[in-house]
C-alpha cells in the first residue's frame, strides 16, 4: 500500500487527500489505534534518536528515503541527499509537512543543502515542536 502511494505521489499522481487536505496516507490499514496516535504526536520519531546517536543520521537534515522511494526518483531528485546526514527534522518537515507536493519536498531539502548552516539547523530545530501541533502537524 505504502509503495504504490509512494510510487503514485514522487509521479505527481497522487492527489490531496479530500477529507484531509495532505499528501499522506491517512487511514492506512495496517497501523493500530495505538500506532495512530504515536503517528498524530510524532512520538514514532524517537527510536531515530538512536540513528543519530551512532552517527548514521543528523538531528536536521532531508529525511531518509526508503529503497524502493528513491528507485522512482528522477535524476534531479538524488541531489536532496548531497553533502548532508538524512535527519530526524528539516526544511521540508517544518515548512511544507505533508501538505507538500513531492517535487516542492525535493525542492525544499535542495535549498537546505545549498545552504546548509549551524544558524539555518537551530531555527529549524527551534520551529519544529511548533510545526508539529500546527495544522500542518503529523498523520
Not at 22 to 31: A, W
Not at 47 to 62: E, T
Not at 76 to 100: A, E, M, N
Request: net charge positive.
Amino acid at each position: 500500500l505504502h509503495k504504490q502511494f509512494m510510487k503514485d505521489f514522487i509521479k505527481n499522481q497522487g492527489s490531496v487527500n479530500s477529507e484531509t487536505k495532505i499528501f499522506k496516507l491517512v487511514k492506512d490499514p495496517r497501523v493500530t489505534p495505538i500506532g495512530r496516535i504515536l503517528r498524530k504526536t510524532s512520538l514514532d520519531e524517537i527510536p531515530q534518536f538512536f540513528n543519530v546517536l551512532f552517527g548514521d543520521m543528523s538531528l536536521v537534515g532531508p529525511r531518509p528515503a526508503i529503497p524502493y522511494e528513491t528507485e522512482e526518483y528522477d535524476a534531479w531528485h538524488k541531489r536532496r541527499f548531497l553533502g548532508v546526514k538524512p535527519g530526524i527534522t528539516g526544511f521540508w518537515q517544518v515548512y511544507g509537512r505533508s501538505t507538500t507536493a513531492f517535487d516542492a519536498m525535493i525542492r525544499m531539502d535542495i535549498h537546505y543543502c545549498r545552504n546548509w548552516s549551524p544558524i539555518m539547523d537551530l531555527k529549524l530545530l527551534l520551529k519544529t515542536p511548533f510545526s508539529l501541533f500546527t495544522a500542518k502537524g503529523a498523520y
